[in-house]
């Protein structure tokens, strides 16, 4: 059986104005429906990697110098992110990025704008937003400014959501929540993956929470893929699991070391 990627990026080479160096050659692929999880601590390419795919490297002076980035079956390399937006796929940026000054509603608005919907879709899409965002729902009056964090990730979320796309890039979603709040969002993920067949990329710096939720996952250092697996197979790894935090230039391991380490323990 043939498996249809949604996603496929080879080899990709990222710079930082002119000079510094972003990803080296990072590769890998999203199965259509599928979660796919980027791990990696802070600097290891996991934000750079995602804003090579949707097109928003160049915003901070960066641009891919050199692999392939296909969305769909095109060739979306150094592609308009707007239209990327218009073909399905969308990046709900780290940090909540909600407009401050306009209600919830208001928001969600703005993210089906994209499609040009009828008043009666408008009110359909919304409806399907709050079905999986009930919090949403109960705030759609008050200003996005004025939210929890957890309520502002989720509105992010479900702005991304409304514009109807087939892959949803979403960069550090756990980050300053509460873990109930993080658990509540995954499961609101992993529903929209299974009812609605909505393709996610995931990038955490939390493994155990992305690698629960996902299907696959990458593991990122220094710009470049230091292993990739199965989350199933990857979370039952003694070696991600002791090496995880590790960075050789302190005296700690890194996951090249853990790659070497587990390749040494199958052959004795």
Do not use: W
Request: aromatic content about 6%.
């Amino acid at each position: 059986m043939t498996t249809s990627f949604i996603l496929s990026v080879e080899d990709i080479h990222v710079i930082y104005n002119k000079v510094i160096l972003g990803t080296r050659g990072i590769s890998l692929a999203v199965p259509e429906g599928r979660i796919v999880a980027l791990l990696g601590a802070n600097g290891a390419g996991k934000t750079t990697t995602l804003k090579a795919i949707s097109g928003l490297i160049g915003a901070e002076r960066g641009e891919v110098t050199s692999g392939r980035i296909h969305f769909a079956g095109r060739d979306v390399l150094n592609a308009d992110p707007a239209e990327l937006v218009g073909h399905g796929l969308v990046q709900v940026l780290e940090g909540r990025h909600c407009f401050a000054h306009l209600d919830v509603e208001e928001n969600l608005q703005v993210g089906a704008f994209v499609r040009g919907p009828s008043r009666r879709n408008l009110r359909d899409s919304l409806e399907r937003i709050y079905h999986y965002f009930p919090r949403l729902k109960e705030r759609r009056r008050s200003l996005a400014g004025y939210l929890s964090g957890g309520e502002q990730q989720m509105l992010a979320i479900g702005r991304a959501l409304i514009a109807s796309p087939r892959l949803v890039l979403l960069d550090e979603p756990s980050m300053g929540l509460a873990p109930q709040i993080v658990t509540e969002i995954f499961e609101i993920v992993r529903r929209l993956n299974r009812d609605e067949q909505v393709s996610f990329v995931l990038a955490e710096q939390n493994a155990a929470i992305a690698l629960k939720y996902s299907d696959q996952a990458y593991v990122l250092e220094s710009g470049r893929v230091a292993s990739a697996g199965l989350s199933t197979d990857l979370a039952g790894r003694d070696d991600i699991q002791s090496f995880y935090l590790g960075v050789g230039a302190d005296g700690r391991r890194s996951f090249r070391d853990a790659k070497h380490y587990h390749s040494r323990r199958r052959e004795n």
